[in-house]
């Protein structure tokens, strides 16, 4: 991108890059938080308060990164394929598990627990150390970084390994899918599909196998710790006190992790959790004596007609999952039990128009964005498309207001339910 001073990019890149960490690190110190690093025992988030600050030098060193590299290297870095190779094979024999916290083991300790070479233990852990996963503190010794020991919290381990086994498989058959199936919407014509030799959809595929389920429900979980996506922050990202005494049937609601939070945080609001059999079945014990009565579970096919009548339907990254097709189904599906005045919220992604949020930012959306056509043919929705899908479903759904809550990747549709 040309510059409109005449100081070269990188130099301008350089001094706001010197500025803002000299700025960083002052309000770090001030708030008594170490300095980042890669040791084990460096705290793993920054806080909120910083992460204006934290955006601009991300994109500022990147592009200052990225510029440096020719375009072979620049190709080379975003392919990335071999780091695949790392992360799987330190996933699937859980090496971060066996290196122990503030300690060390060797190479060949590593071998005869996971049983592999130990030349190729050496060697595949070496190329995780090139991307800071693990270090060698003394020849022949591996300890952990704080990159590794987040890998050793096993949902994490489960989730890279969901990314490394599930994911990229299925990624390097998308566009084998989209050639096969020019424009296909549904489900079962996708990446994952081929990946797979399977004709059944991406969940009902997976239910049917115990060990990627397990992946799965990892992988659901560590999106939590996606920036913007932490369950706590679902309190803070829409005003619900305003809706008072509220009914909540939360679709496509999962265990109800959500809904538990929401009903921790607001006394007056009565939450039913929808979701498929496999999902909610044995849910209803995880609730908290304080909270039983007010967060239930019921079996409910999201495709199937609406039965109970309330405030409020809660869907929390549901739609993307579907194209429009069947997103429509789902909006449709719930119009029998609307009463005026009831209220849609669906929280979900709004796609960023290029160049209005940190590109940091907007290389996951993208990324996520692409993940959904590879198991799903599902999407992330511009405004303009959001508006759309809600004007095809029903001239009854009015678009009211969208939130987007400041550090989050997740907007708030509010749509009212309007009698005509
Ligand atoms: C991406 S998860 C979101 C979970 C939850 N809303 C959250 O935000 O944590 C999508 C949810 O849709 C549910 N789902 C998918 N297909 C479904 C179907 N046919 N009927 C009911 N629920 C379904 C899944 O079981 C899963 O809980």
Redesign the pocket.
């Known amino acids: 991108m040309a510059s409109p001073s005449s100081t070269p990019r990188i130099v301008e890149l350089a001094a706001q890059i010197s500025s803002s960490v000299t700025d960083l690190q002052e309000r770090l110190s001030a708030q008594g938080i170490p300095s980042p690093s890669f040791a084990e025992d460096n705290p793993k988030d920054f806080p909120e308060d910083l992460n204006s600050l934290r955006d601009a030098l991300l994109d500022a060193t990147a592009e200052l990164h990225e510029l440096l590299l020719d375009p072979l290297q620049l190709l080379y870095k975003f392919a990335s394929i071999p780091n695949m190779v790392g992360i799987d094979a330190t996933t699937r024999y859980n090496i971060a598990g066996m290196v122990p916290h503030g300690g060390q083991i060797s190479f060949a300790e590593i071998s005869e627990r996971s049983g592999l070479d130990k030349g190729l233990v050496r060697r595949l852990l070496r190329h995780a150390m090139s991307m800071r996963i693990f270090q060698e503190p003394e020849p022949e010794m591996v300890a952990h970084t704080k990159i590794s020991s987040f890998l050793s919290i096993p949902y994490i381990n489960a989730w890279a390994s969901f990314e490394a086994r599930d994911t990229w498989p299925a990624a390097t058959r998308v566009v084998d899918s989209i050639e096969k199936w020019p424009g296909s919407e549904e489900p079962n014509q996708t990446g994952f599909s081929l990946a797979n030799n399977t004709d059944k ?1 991406v ?1 009902e595929f997976v239910g049917a196998h115990p060990e990627r389920m397990m992946r799965f429900g990892s992988a ?1 979980k560590a ?2 710790h996606v920036p913007g996506h932490a ?1 706590e922050l679902i309190s803070k990202d829409y005003d619900w006190a305003s809706i008072g005494n509220a009914s909540i049937v ?6 109800g ?2 809904a538990l939070e929401l009903a921790k945080n607001f006394e007056n609001v009565k939450l039913t959790v ?3 059999a ?2 909610v079945e044995g849910a209803e014990s995880d609730v908290p004596d304080q909270l039983k009565g007010r967060v239930e579970f019921m079996k ?5 007609t609406q039965t109970l009548e309330a405030d409020v339907y809660f ?4 739609f ?2 579907w194209c429009d097709k069947y997103a429509l189904q789902i909006l449709k599906a719930q119009i029998p039990a609307l009463r005026p005045g009831a209220k849609i919220l669906i ?1 979900d992604a709004c796609m960023p128009e290029p160049d209005s949020v940190p590109l940091w930012r907007e290389r996951v959306q993208r990324s996520v964005d692409v993940a959904l056509k590879c198991y799903s043919n599902g999407r992330n929705r511009y405004l303009d498309e959001w508006k759309a899908l809600l004007a095809a479903a029903d001239e009854r759904f009015r678009l009211n207001q969208v939130f987007l809550p400041k550090n989050s990747l997740l907007s708030i549709l509010e749509i009212h339910w309007v009698e005509l």
Do not use: C, L
Not at 250 to 255: L, N
Not at 300 to 304: A, T, V
């Open positions: 959809p969940f659901m999106v939590d369950p939360h679709v496509g609601g999962g265990r992790q959500i929808q979701d498929m496999m999902m409910h096919e999201i495709f199937d869907f929390r990254m549901v993307r999952n929280q």
